[in-house]
T-cell receptor, first 121, second 110 residues
């Protein structure tokens, strides 16, 4: 089946502009995550959506970052007044986060999209 | 103390040999562990998940988990040039987010 999709694949923006990044998770996955990966840095958690619950925003680095998930599916990450330090690859992942298989094993396997490379000039 | 640590430095292995990667984690209560492979310029790809102590084998990959010692390892048997990539260790935290190590670069020499 189709995997996680993200758009755009690349985005170059000027400092101070707002950007929107989109993520379409795997069909049927209730959990959606945003991470970012900067050059030389590890993968950094940003935000987590699970079903209709309030999102876990504990990883957002500043109030310039926000995200929403409409209809429990597509998510948009918005960065306002972009700064050069926002340059990174933004990765979206989705997960079933529930029971899977005939044994009903709980699984939290996250599958990543191709990412959006954001460059702030 | 970092949540997840992977020993640094690229690992060079000859084709056909075994590549061994190690990872330690700080939260003794962690229950779910993952290995991802990341090719240069690409996103991470899940290759193994492990939830119980012991070994889990999938093809040429074996993940090993020791919760008492708080380490996870990955063995790649019969290494192929296509295995050349960065391998990321990840641990699920309380809010279901993954905490990642910085990764180990593996270079398989033909």
């Amino acid at each position: 089946g189709a995997g996680v999709s993200q758009s755009p694949s690349n985005k170059v923006t000027e400092k101070g502009k707002d950007v929107e990044l989109r993520c379409d998770p795997i069909s049927g996955h209730t959990a959606l995550y945003w991470y970012r990966q900067s050059l030389g840095q590890g993968l950094e958690f940003l935000i987590y959506f699970q079903g209709n619950s309030a999102p876990d925003k504990s990883g957002l680095p500043s109030d310039r970052f926000s995200a929403e998930r409409t209809g429990g599916s597509v998510s948009t990450l918005t960065i306002q007044r972009t700064q050069q330090e926002d340059s990174a690859v933004y990765l979206c992942a989705s997960s079933q986060d529930g029971l899977a298989g005939i044994l009903g094993t709980r699984t939290y396997e996250q599958y990543f999209g191709p990412g959006t490379r954001l460059t702030v000039t | 103390q970092k949540e997840v640590e992977q020993n640094s430095g690229p690992l060079s292995v000859p084709e056909g040999a075994i590549a061994s990667l190690n990872c330690t984690y700080s939260d003794r209560g962690s229950q779910s562990f993952f290995w991802y492979r990341q090719y240069s310029g690409k996103s991470p790809e899940l290759i193994m998940s492990i939830y119980s102590n012991g070994d889990k084998e999938d093809g040429r990959f074996t993940a090993q988990l020791n919760k008492a010692s708080q380490y996870v390892s990955l063995l790649i048997r019969d290494s192929q040039p296509s295995d050349s990539a960065t391998y990321l260790c990840a641990v699920k935290r309380g809010n279901n987010r993954l905490a990642f190590g910085k990764g180990n670069q593996v270079v398989v020499i033909p």
